[in-house]
């Protein structure tokens, strides 16, 4: 069967493949490179508050790029999921952006400090203001994502995994059961496997791409975010939208 090249991520029909940023600094290089990005096909960047010392969402407010969905998070940290630290953040986060409204703004970590449906409850305030469109929760468990789904309708849930991390097999399932879109971060590290690269000798394609097309059959509600800083590196990893593995070769991987 074939492997959809797009999903619904919220209201918006995206690639499949998006882009993360924790590398990005701001300069007007990256400010191109992000631009140059959108145009080659990135409907989803994905940031943080935390990444570059809030440079990488500078840089993606200063692309403006408006017709891709821009995802960042809050409450990294131990004690910032609280309401006074966590409004701040996404307070910063807005003026960095230069929006108005974030597309996604997820929970970035769980705070052990502060109840998750206290943390939620902070996010779900700036929703109902029209200042966050839609809202998603990181490194979470299946429990964690039903909780926070009795506070407000979770859209995607982004958990490190990969062809060799494959610790949350199960929330990756819950995701695609429950319409949830699962965004994988790290989904290259170390993926350069012999199997995989055997496999991209035989089919004229890079490791890389490889490890992409294999999430992809994975899960119908996966949207991987490699990050880099290179143009050339984006529509590689474009192209693994059109790289099919076969049963064989998903055997191969399993």
Partial sequence: MA????????????????L???RLRHTPENVEFVRQAVAAGIDVIDTAHTYTDGESEATIGGASPEVAVVATKGGFAPGTG??????AQIEESLRRL???A???Y????????TPLEESLGTIAAYCERGQIRHVGLSEVGVEEIERGRQVLPITAVQNRYSLVERRHDEVVDHCAEQGIVFVPFFPLRNTDTPAVVEIAERRGASPQQVALAWLLARSPAMLPIPGTLSVEHVKSNLAAL?????????????
């Fill in 3 to 18: 492997v959809a090249r797009t999903l619904t991520l919220g209201d918006r029909k995206v690639a499949r493949i998006g």
């Fill in 20 to 22: 993360g940023t924790n």
């Fill in 82 to 87: 609280s309401a006074e630290a966590l409004s």
């Fill in 98 to 100: 230069r929006t108005d």
């Fill in 102 to 104: 974030i597309d996604l």
């Fill in 106 to 113: 997820y929970l970035h970590r769980v705070d052990p400090e």
């Fill in 242 to 254: 059109e790289l099919e593995l076969s049963a064989e070769e998903l055997d191969a991987l399993a």
